[in-house]
């Protein structure tokens, strides 16, 4: 008889962020909520009921929702600006360029249910290009958070920093990866695994997926280091130098196209500053099929057993290794 | 401040903004002359604003949402102190704080980037908004330009407005009648603007926005909904032969029409 062993147990990252919002509002009367019609999905109704006044619901219409959380910091107030990352992005992009990072305005671009979250919805309400979108605007840290103790950390940090902040959340239920007390630190990535054949980065939930890809190459003999790259502006260069100094090539996997995103961002870095084997795994720059989430993800090669198996391919392709037959 | 004394600071202005646009090579110059003389009222008599603390939690608020005629903007902020007024003849030069769109991290008074049409009036729903959560008794103003109404946005916010009873709110249309390209009717006729704020759910008053007793009152007054005001402009008002073209949305004066433009608005000083 097999031993039994209890399933970690899964936390939805929207909790986590209204949580702390709401810790925060009970500190900060500033603290406001702003949605466009999603006080459900954005999980704001214990918000809501607390301080009705504070929450602004602007209704199906995303160009002023971003504006008028601009408007709002402008009074003096400390908006936390939220919606279903593709339509946060996608429908008022102008508005995050325009109003919120070029003006500096000290608004919180919360995007819930950000990259494959909403599945078999389709490629509409798939948040796949926010990465993209959203990393090339100056003066606005892009975050991705790995689990619901690094949501609350990083919702907990942007309260405190004066300036653009987009949080970039996602609603499948993830387990808790990083330590209770997890401190954010932005533009700096978390350490998760050591090793020294090859270095695997991510964010989101692919975090999760890395690290069990890095228990399959364990077990066959490979050291994979794996960090948790949160931020992906301003992006940790250090990191990433350091990662092809000690492991010679970097493996990325991300909720997002293939183009524009984390993998990319790590790209720039690797191609200006330390040339290396290095592979990105997303969305290949297609309309995804019908299908969850987790579907998608391992349709599209990011299974912990075919991460493995790119992590061998590329580590195949570091200088001085033999080719793969 | 009376109207005598603001039609004389406008006409000082609209001076130095067809100098300066002259000696740019550059600008605006038909929608900044339509919407002179209500900056004027606005800085000169209406705004509760001061250079000193240009950052005051409680100052009124005014945004310039047709941002491409900050030249207007940046000339009125720099008689009313906001900037020095030698600097104007920076505008659009290399490195100059005056670009062609209005940058609130660079020039004091300035409250939002604007550049892009339809920006402004969600902007100026949240400072309204904003001001109804913490008490504050500031008032809002906003500027579009007639055909920045074409932009969906507005829309977006004139009906949140309404649904937030917004009060402290007043929307001034320079209804030139004019937009980049031909006039408004030739291209997407929202006029008459009128009817249709109101039936939105705002109060609604039309004046000569050219036309300083009208202005000052409209501007001052208080409604129980949020307030339009349809301003009916002229584009290029004040320079007989640029008034009501559309050729003169951004075309700069040769030489001699330099001259007969200058000649024209000394004349009214």
Redesign the interface.
């Known amino acids: 008889m097999n031993a039994v062993t209890n399933p970690p147990k899964l936390h939805d990252c929207r909790d986590a962020f209204v949580a702390m919002l709401e810790r925060l509002g009970a500190e900060n009367p500033r603290v ?1 909520a702003v949605c466009n019609d999603s006080v459900g999905s954005s999980k704001l109704g214990g918000f809501k009921a607390r301080w009705p ?2 929450l ?1 619901n ?2 199906i ?1 995303e ?2 929702m ?12 400390l ?1 936390f600006v939220c919606a279903a990352s593709c339509f946060l992005t996608g429908r008022s992009l ?2 995050v360029k ?2 919120i990072a ?4 000290n608004v919180k671009l919360v995007g819930i249910s950000s990259g494959m979250a909403y599945g078999e919805l389709g490629p509409t309400h798939h948040s796949i290009e926010d990465f993209a979108w959203t990393r090339v605007l100056p003066n606005l840290p892009v975050i991705a958070p790995c689990d619901s103790v690094e949501t609350a950390a990083a919702v907990e940090w942007a309260a405190g920093f004066e300036g653009p902040v987009f949080l970039r959340l996602s609603r499948v239920g993830v387990p808790d990866l990083l330590p209770a007390g997890h401190k954010f630190v932005p533009g700096k990535a978390n350490l998760l695994r050591n090793g020294d054949d090859v270095t695997l980065i991510a964010n989101g939930t692919l975090t999760h997926r890395m690290m069990k890809a890095a228990d399959l190459l364990a077990a066959e003999g490979i050291e994979a280091r794996v960090l948790n790259m949160a931020t992906v502006r301003p992006i940790d260069t250090e990191a990433i130098i350091a990662a092809v100094r000690d492991t010679g090539a970097i493996l990325t996997a991300e909720e997002h196209s293939v183009y524009g995103g984390l993998g990319s961002a790590i790209a720039e870095v690797v191609v200006a500053e330390a040339p290396a084997p290095m592979k990105i795994l997303g969305v290949p720059g297609i309309f995804a099929p019908t299908g969850s989430a987790e579907f998608l993800l391992d349709e599209f090669g990011m299974s912990p057993a075919a991460v493995a198996q790119a992590a061998k391919d590329l580590i195949a392709r570091k200088p001085g290794r033999a080719p793969t037959p | 401040m009376q109207p005598n004394d603001l039609e004389r600071i406008a006409r000082q202005i609209r001076r130095r903004d067809l100098q300066a646009v002259f000696e740019a090579g550059a600008g605006h110059i038909g929608g900044e002359m339509s919407c002179i003389d209500i900056l004027t009222a606005l800085y000169f008599r209406v705004l509760r604003i001061s250079p000193d603390a240009p950052k005051d939690p409680g100052r009124d608020r005014f945004i310039l949402s047709k941002g491409h005629v900050a030249l207007a903007l940046y000339i009125t902020l720099a008689k009313r102190g906001f900037l020095p007024e030698d600097e104007i003849s920076t505008f659009l030069k290399p490195m100059s704080r005056l670009n062609g769109h209005p940058n609130c991290n660079k020039v004091a008074g300035v409250e939002t980037n604007t550049g892009p049409l339809g920006h402004g009036l969600p902007v100026a729903v949240g400072m309204a908004k904003a001001a109804r959560i913490t008490g504050a008794t500031y008032h809002t103003y906003v500027m579009t330009g007639d055909g920045e109404m074409q932009e969906g946005s507005n829309w977006e916010a004139i009906s949140s407005a309404a649904q937030f009873g917004l009060n402290n709110l007043t929307l001034i249309i320079d209804h030139n009648r004019f937009q980049q390209g031909a006039a408004l009717k030739e291209t997407n006729d929202l006029a008459p603007f009128a009817p249709k704020l109101a039936a939105f759910g705002w109060d609604v008053t039309e004046i000569d926005g050219n036309d300083m007793p009208q202005i000052v009152p409209a501007l001052e007054k208080r409604t129980a909904r949020p307030h339009a005001i349809i301003a009916h402009t002229n584009k290029g008002h004040g320079i007989s032969f640029m008034q009501d073209t559309v050729d003169w949305h951004h075309k700069v004066p040769n030489a001699e029409q330099y001259k007969i433009a200058l000649a024209e608005l000394s004349e009214a000083l």
């Open positions: 406001v006044e504070r602004v602007v209704g219409a160009q002023n971003v504006g008028v959380g601009a408007g709002l910091a402008n009074g003096g107030l908006p102008e508005q325009a109003d070029y003006s500096n305005a």
